[in-house]
């Protein structure tokens, strides 16, 4: 029954998420929309954020397989600008929502942790310092957060979608170059 429910409150708050925005939304109108009370959400979700993270989690394990690497890293992005495009009311909502920092919480915590997640066991195989893969992150997440953040703003435009597909087959191998400059610069120091 808790499945149920937690997938009744999900399916809920994007169904409303694709009619109105963000601010509109309360804890009491998904409740009464699933025919549970208030207590029955908060016994699944601290809050809204709680559940808005909990969806995107979700939708990002799905996109992103487990098996690592930077090619693939690069598929799940384009995975991610396809679902952009299919759930653009409900990502504009949030984006226009009273607080435009929730969607650029979630944009940077979530670009850090796809980021972190394909490259860690690449960084270890390689044997990187710290430094060296914190700058790589540093470099991709605002490259990433970057491209989203105009993709929005573009209105999530299929010119702009196919532009961004663009710069990353022109950037394909340049994360893997990165790594080498960044082993070829610190055997030289040492």
Not at 126 to 136: G, Q, T, V, W
Not at 161 to 174: C, D, E, K, R, S
Request: one cysteine or more; hydrophobic letters at 40%.
């Amino acid at each position: 029954m808790s499945d149920l429910t937690k997938k009744a409150i999900k399916a809920s708050f994007l169904e409303m998420l694709d009619r109105m925005p963000l601010s509109e939304i309360s804890v009491k109108k998904i409740a009464d929309s699933c025919g549970i009370n208030r207590n029955t959400f908060y016994y699944h979700y601290e809050d809204l954020p709680s559940l808005i993270d909990e969806i995107i989690s979700e939708q990002l394990s799905l996109m992103f397989p487990e098996d690592a690497s930077a090619d693939s890293l690069e598929n799940g992005i384009f995975s991610v600008l396809d679902y952009a495009s299919k759930n653009r009311r409900s990502i504009f909502h949030i984006y226009n929502s009273v607080s435009r920092s929730i969607f650029e919480d979630y944009l940077w915590k979530y670009t850090d942790k796809i980021i972190r997640e394909y490259l860690t066991p690449e960084f270890a195989r390689r044997k990187l310092n710290d430094a060296d893969s914190e700058m790589i992150i540093s470099v991709l997440r605002c490259l990433l957060a970057g491209l989203t953040l105009d993709y929005v703003n573009s209105g999530m435009s299929e010119k702009n979608a196919q532009y961004i597909h663009l710069m990353f087959t022109t950037f394909h191998g340049a994360i893997e170059d990165m790594m080498d400059r960044c082993d070829r610069i610190s055997a030289n120091y040492q």
